[in-house]
């Protein structure tokens, strides 16, 4: 089994535990760290609308608290009429924890069907240059 096969069956499996009851929109999100452990999570609504949670995010959680500090990879999963991309606050926190060569998987219940770098999704990223005065 490859490592996309892995993240794939992992994040299937987290995406049937979403709680997705206001938008009916499961999501999954699998993590393959630089240290070669495996994450996942599934999106987490809430009634308060906005304290909802992406399956992305949730992920980055778990690896974050298992010690891991570095995305090798990370797949997100849904089930739409089109391939969904890990929205523009995901990003941004998939970034903090990149590096040039992380990859982002983007899969349909069927597969990973297209795979992108951190940088050709989210190019003007904001970073620590600026912070600077
Ligand atoms: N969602 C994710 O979990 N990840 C994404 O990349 C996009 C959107 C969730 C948030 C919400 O629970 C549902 O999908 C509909 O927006």
Same mark, same amino acid.
């Given at each position: 089994?490859?490592?996309?096969?892995?993240?794939?069956?992992?994040? =299937?499996?987290?995406?049937?535990?979403?709680?997705?009851?206001?938008?009916?929109?499961?999501v999954?999100a699998?993590?393959?760290?630089?240290?070669?452990?495996?994450?996942?999570a599934?999106d =987490?609504?809430?009634?308060?609308?906005?304290?909802?949670a992406c399956a992305e995010t949730g992920a980055i959680s778990?690896?974050?608290?298992?010690?891991?500090?570095?995305i090798?990879?990370i797949?997100v999963?849904?089930?739409? $009429?089109?391939?969904i991309t890990p929205c523009g606050a995901c990003l941004q926190r998939i970034k903090e924890f990149?590096?040039?060569?992380?990859?982002i998987?983007?899969?349909?219940? $069927?597969? =990973?069907?297209?795979?992108?770098?951190v940088?050709?999704m989210l190019?003007?990223?904001?970073?620590?240059?600026?912070?600077?005065?």
């Amino acid at each position: 089994m490859t490592h996309t096969d892995k993240l794939f069956e992992l994040a =299937v499996k987290a995406r049937k535990n979403a709680y997705a009851p206001y938008s009916g929109f499961k999501v999954g999100a699998s993590i393959l760290s630089d240290k070669n452990n495996y994450y996942a999570a599934a999106d =987490v609504e809430n009634i308060s609308y906005p304290c909802g949670a992406c399956a992305e995010t949730g992920a980055i959680s778990a690896m974050i608290s298992a010690g891991d500090k570095k995305i090798k990879e990370i797949l997100v999963i849904a089930d739409g $009429k089109d391939l969904i991309t890990p929205c523009g606050a995901c990003l941004q926190r998939i970034k903090e924890f990149s590096t040039s060569k992380t990859l982002i998987h983007l899969a349909s219940l $069927k597969g =990973v069907q297209k795979t992108f770098k951190v940088s050709d999704m989210l190019p003007h990223a904001f970073e620590e240059e600026g912070l600077k005065k």
